[in-house]
């Protein structure tokens, strides 16, 4: 009966009270935890963008939930199978009577997690076609910009430009990145793309060959370069790309997708450009070498033009026949001329007889009709021209009475168009010098205030004194007076000179009581000094 007594006196709860207590218990007793398993039940973001799933191992399993604004933060994103390390609350959903946990960051567990998800993406990006050798360029033989996109504290940049300065020196544009932690494949992606879009001639040369660089680390360090936007942004590249992340054993998705692979950062400047004192020695072979082939074209030339010129005939030989010719021809010539006079007048006699004055005045009296007659088509046709003409001159002066009127009743919209705008710009003007006027009054006002609250002025009127040596520099200690030296003391309102007496000042008993702290004055602010680097290349 007690037992029975005392459960009849148990408090009673409802389903959301008894909901709530467990919700707060599980939170207060927990809060944030770790907790290591794999990914179970994921078929990706919910229509609203949140991401449900479940944590298991061998022997259980709990519910999981990453809100949308939080999974799109992720580095890594949650993928069926992936074993991972989740950091997040631990609450309860009374809508189901289950415990589960808000997943706030994920981490894949070990390397081994890493090198599934990195075959996982290298198989899904080679798919598409990223990888492919037919979409990678030659390097230029000798690029006159090239494009580093690396750390600048680092001595990967260091280790590049000295090599190209022993190589072949080139003028190289480096563009500042992160090249490890949050944020950093970014921002390599964005200077890739930053490079690419850099217009041919401007202030700004465009590169002809890009370098991605990073010095070694293990798979973590190394892991911004396997990210998909910073393979795409290589892949899509149109300068030619080398990658030289990490040492030889290292390998990211980014040597997939570039031009050229480089072991090393050293190695990737020795791909870049030749070494031109190997370049002027081949050059001198290369000019030895033609002045020796011209010498020899220029002898076997000249020997075949001696053994030619003795192979001609004599001149003699060669006029005889030409001689002989012109002579006979020379001796056929009048004969020749006398036929051919004979021909002539034959034929001018057969002409003549044909000529007599009745053929003439026909011919004359022929040509006048056509005359007559080509002159009345002259006269019909100029009256048909100029009637036309008068017509067609007559529609463009219509046209362009038309054309007047509109154009100008264009232009007085126009004008009334610019005039308004002069308008509101004048007035845009007269509010924004208003406005910077009124800031520079108020920032010289700051500043005047400043100057007088940071002044000693302001020390000296509430009724302390200044004190000057005889060179003008002031005395912090009574050990620092000597006997009947001459002193400068500085008022509010003026200075007044002063001698030391011949007896050093007594030193303050220590009995007496110490002065009352002075309230601390906050200290000024440093001024932060950038460091003078690059800058942006934007």
């Known amino acids: 009966m007690p037992a029975a007594e005392n459960l009849l006196n148990a408090p009673e709860f409802t389903v959301s009270e008894l909901s709530s207590a467990l919700k707060r218990t599980v939170e207060d007793a927990y809060g944030h935890v770790r907790v290591r398993g794999e990914i179970s039940g994921f078929r990706g973001p919910h229509s609203s963008g949140h991401c449900y799933f479940a944590l298991k191992d061998e022997s259980a399993k709990i519910e999981a939930v990453i809100w949308k604004g939080v999974h799109s933060r992720m580095r890594f994103k949650p993928q069926e199978g992936l074993e991972i390390i989740a950091t997040g609350k631990l609450t309860t959903y009374p809508g189901s009577s289950k415990y589960q946990i808000v997943i706030e960051a994920i981490e894949p567990a070990g390397i081994g997690a890493l090198m599934a998800l990195m075959e996982e993406r290298k198989r899904k990006l080679a798919a598409e076609g990223l990888f492919d050798e037919a979409r990678k360029q030659l390097l230029p033989w000798l690029p006159e910009v090239i494009g580093v996109v690396t750390s600048p504290t680092g001595a990967v940049i260091r280790d590049i430009l000295h090599r190209l300065q022993d190589r072949f020196p080139r003028r190289v544009l480096v563009w500042p990145v992160k090249v490890q932690g949050e944020g950093s494949a970014e921002q390599v992606a964005a200077a890739i793309r930053g490079f690419n879009a850099l217009p041919e001639g401007g202030r700004i040369p465009r590169p002809d060959l890009l370098i991605v660089a990073r010095g070694g680390g293990s798979l973590e360090d190394l892991w911004s370069f396997n990210e998909e936007i910073v393979v795409r942004a290589a892949a899509e590249s149109m300068i030619p790309l080398i990658s030289a992340v990490g040492h030889e054993t290292d390998i990211t998705l980014i040597d997939f997708a570039a031009d050229k692979r480089a072991p090393t950062p050293t190695a990737a400047a020795e791909m870049a450009v030749p070494v031109r004192s190997e370049l002027f020695v081949e050059v001198e072979s290369l000019a030895r070498r033609a002045m020796i082939c011209w010498q020899r074209g220029q002898e076997s030339r000249r020997t075949e033009l001696r053994a030619a010129a003795r192979a001609l005939p004599a001149a003699s030989e060669l006029l005889a026949i030409p001689r002989q010719r012109l002579d006979h021809l020379g001796a056929a010539l009048p004969r020749g001329l006398k036929a051919n006079t004979h021909a002539h007048h034959r034929r001018f006699a057969h002409v003549s007889a044909g000529l007599t004055l009745k053929v003439l005045r026909g011919q004359v009296a022929h040509a006048n009709q056509r005359l007559i007659a080509s002159g009345e088509r002259i006269k019909l046709s100029a009256r048909a021209l100029l009637r036309s003409r008068r017509e067609r001159f007559a529609g463009l002066e219509v046209r362009l009475k038309a054309s007047k009127l509109s154009n100008a009743q264009a232009q007085r919209n126009a004008i009334a168009r610019d005039r308004e705008r002069t308008q509101r710009l004048a007035e845009r003007a007269r509010r924004a010098l208003v406005t910077a006027m009124q800031r520079l009054d108020a920032r010289v006002t700051h500043s005047g205030q400043l100057l007088s609250a940071l002044s000693y002025r302001g020390v000296l009127a509430r009724g302390f004194a200044l004190v000057r040596d005889a060179q ?53 602010p440093k001024r932060i000094v950038k460091p003078i680097d690059q800058g942006s290349l934007f």
């Open 472 to 524: 003008g520099h002031a005395v912090h200690a009574a050990a620092a007076v000597g006997p009947g030296a001459h002193l400068s003391i500085e008022f509010a309102d003026g200075r007044v000179g002063a001698t030391a007496d011949a007896d050093r000042p007594q030193a303050t008993a220590m009995t007496e009581s110490p002065p009352a702290p002075r309230e601390a004055r906050p200290a000024a």
